[in-house]
């Protein structure tokens, strides 16, 4: 069974960093893409980034380029988004979710489902 686990989430002051993991099982890595979504308090999921697990190709949403960086290790089975001075907008929920690249929404066709995230606060 197809399993995304998410981590690294904390509080940080306004400009501060962290690091998210997104650790996976339960399938071949480099056959779905991977997307990094954030739900904030009464909005839905938001599309941040993707990495293309097969050939390395990105996308940012425009509020987070220069800011956030997706990576992978395929050796590990892991996608990465390194996040370098966060503010207070980017307080959200964050998950990892199969996609097509390209696409807008996860790929629920896969069994997959939202897993339990992990909070994200960047305080003032």
């Known amino acids: 069974e197809m399993e995304l686990v998410e981590s690294g989430g904390g509080l940080v002051h306004d400009g501060g960093s962290l690091r998210l993991s997104c650790t996976t099982s339960?399938?071949?890595?480099?056959?779905?893409?991977i997307g990094w979504f954030r739900q904030a308090p009464g909005k839905g999921h938001e599309l941040i980034s993707c990495?293309?697990?097969?050939?390395?190709?990105?996308y940012y949403k425009e509020t987070v380029k220069g800011r956030f960086t997706i990576s992978k290790d395929n050796a590990k089975k892991t996608v990465y988004l390194q996040m370098n001075d966060l503010k207070p907008d980017d307080t959200a929920v964050y998950y990892c979710?199969?996609?097509?690249?390209?696409?807008?929404?996860?790929?629920?066709?896969?069994?997959?489902?939202w897993g339990q995230g992990t909070q994200v606060t960047g305080s003032s």
């Open positions: 979710a199969p996609m097509i690249f390209g696409f807008q929404s996860p790929l629920f066709e896969t069994g997959w489902t």
């Open positions: 339960g399938y071949r890595f480099d056959a779905y893409s």
């Open positions: 990495i293309n697990t097969y050939d390395g190709d990105t």
